[in-house]
């Protein structure tokens, strides 16, 4: 059964870093490509970047590029989302979710950004 | 931009069909995804690749499309159906996903 798992979520001042994981089980997740996608507080959603296996290239949304980095630890079967100079927008659940046909999500985890 | 355009409300009754639409320029030229999601929980895929169901997707769900837009039909309406429904397409690129704002399906 594949799961996935985030965890890294809370309260942080603008400005403030964070540094979210999402644990993965259940398929090989080092053949995986990976995607991050968030959904502000009764807002629709948005996707953040993606990560593909190998190499581990990545993409991102404008909104989040230069202040965020998706990266992956093989090893641990585990996708990151390290975000940087965090604004009150960026206050959202954040998903991490397979990239295939069907995909699968975690459950998400709460970013809140406010001081 | 790219952009993706869908309603933001459908109404139906009980054993209607409800049909909602996705447009965007790119469509064309990329596959469309739709998911539903219920209140307080992730977001589930029903339709991938336009026209395929997942395994454990109710047959009563389907995609199609047409030039620019893309269409999820709910055949036979169910009140556990209310949730709302974002279609998803990458640009031509295939590197940046985009979602549509979601459609609020009611079943009245």
């Known amino acids: 059964e594949v799961q996935l798992v985030e965890s890294g979520g809370g309260l942080v001042k603008p400005g403030g870093s964070l540094r979210l994981s999402c644990a993965a089980s259940?398929?090989?997740?080092?053949?995986?490509?990976m995607n991050w996608v968030r959904q502000a507080p009764g807002k629709g959603l948005e996707w953040v970047g993606r990560?593909?296996?190998?190499?581990?290239?990545?993409d991102y949304a404008a909104s989040v590029k230069g202040r965020f980095t998706i990266s992956r630890d093989d090893s641990k079967n585990t996708l990151y989302l390290q975000m940087n100079s965090l604004r009150i927008e960026d206050t959202a659940v954040y998903y991490c979710?397979?990239?295939?046909?069907?995909?699968?999500w975690g459950q998400g985890t709460l970013v809140t950004v406010s001081s | 931009s790219y952009e993706l355009t869908q309603p933001p409300s459908v109404s139906v009754s009980p054993g209607q069909t409800a049909r909602i639409t996705c447009s965007g320029d790119?469509?064309?030229?990329?596959?469309a995804y739709w998911y539903q999601q219920k209140p307080g929980q992730a977001p589930v895929m029903v339709i991938y690749?336009?026209?395929e169901r997942p395994s454990g997707i109710p047959e009563r769900f389907s995609g199609s499309r047409s030039g620019t837009t893309v269409t999820l039909t709910i055949s036979g309406v169910q009140a556990e159906d209310e949730a709302v429904y974002y279609c998803?397409?990458?640009?031509?690129?295939?590197?940046?996903?985009?979602f549509g704002g979601g459609t609020m399906l009611t079943v009245l």
């Open positions: 979710t397979t990239i295939s046909d069907p995909d699968y």
């Open positions: 259940g398929f090989p997740f080092r053949n995986a490509w």
């Open positions: 990560i593909k296996s190998d190499v581990g290239t990545t």
């Open positions: 790119e469509m064309p030229r990329q596959y």
């Open positions: 690749k336009d026209s």
């Open positions: 998803q397409s990458p640009d031509t690129s295939d590197t940046y996903q985009m």
